[in-house]
């Protein structure tokens, strides 16, 4: 059964340092892996997708690495703004076809 | 990206009573969408599979009975939580994929029951 986990559970940092979110996953027999931004009390907002067969993807200040093969997944956020202060969760498409979702990271961002 | 329109966005009901969420997709036919339920400080946890013009595939520990899900079309997909309690309060979240296969996950912006 694919777990999935992400480390460090809360996260309290200043404006402007940069910081790296973990998660891994047991099963390396995975479609792809999203991470995704939830603001409390809202939805989910996709930030990354990285195909199984990718190493890592950009999209501005995120940067989102994958090592299928250890069951590993960094995300890279640079330069943190307050703005960025937000639970941040990792799912893995594994092969049972089912989004499993990591417990989160809650990151604050202090001005 | 894709838009994936949930309704309502909250509600309360009383105990006993019967409440119906929508998740749409708008913008692309989400042949497969998925339902969560999310608790206070907690992950997503995957309720069901709902697939297009076939029944929905429960995890385990769902009881069928009490989450009914039809996906009656290519955009929408509807949970009925029936007979509430107290204890089905919870967020409840939809999701949807563009296409069939394991493609990028959109969400619904979740349903907040509360149950008194």
């Known amino acids: 059964k694919q777990e999935v986990t992400q480390i460090p559970a809360a996260l309290s940092v200043p404006e402007g340092e940069n910081l790296v979110l973990n998660c891994s996953f047991t099963?390396?027999?995975?479609?792809?892996l999203q991470w995704f931004r939830q603001d409390p009390g809202k939805g989910l907002t996709s930030l990354l997708l990285?195909?199984?067969?990718?190493r890592e993807q950009t999209s501005g200040r995120l940067n989102a690495s994958l090592d299928k093969s250890s069951g590993r997944s960094t995300l890279y956020i640079a330069a943190s703004q307050p703005g960025d202060s937000a639970t941040y969760l990792c799912?893995?498409?594994?092969?049972?076809?089912?989004?499993?979702f990591g417990s989160g990271t809650r990151l604050l961002v202090r001005p | 990206g894709a838009v994936v329109s949930q309704h309502p966005s909250w509600v309360i009901c009383k105990s006993g009573t019967s409440v119906k969420i929508e998740c749409r997709s708008l913008d692309f036919q989400a042949t497969t969408m998925f339902w969560y339920r999310q608790f206070p400080k907690q992950s997503l946890m995957l309720m069901a599979t709902s697939n297009e013009g076939s029944k929905a595939t429960y995890e385990q520990g769902v009881e069928k009975d009490k989450f009914l899900i039809n996906h009656a079309s290519l955009t929408l997909s509807t949970l009925t939580v029936t007979s509430a309690h107290p204890e089905d309060s919870s967020f409840y979240i939809c999701s949807a994929g563009s296409g069939t296969g394991p493609t990028e996950a959109f969400f619904g912006q979740g349903t907040r029951l509360t149950v008194v």
């Open positions: 099963d390396s027999a995975i479609y792809n």
């Open positions: 990285i195909q199984s067969s990718q």
């Open positions: 799912a893995v498409f594994d092969s049972s076809y089912k989004l499993i």
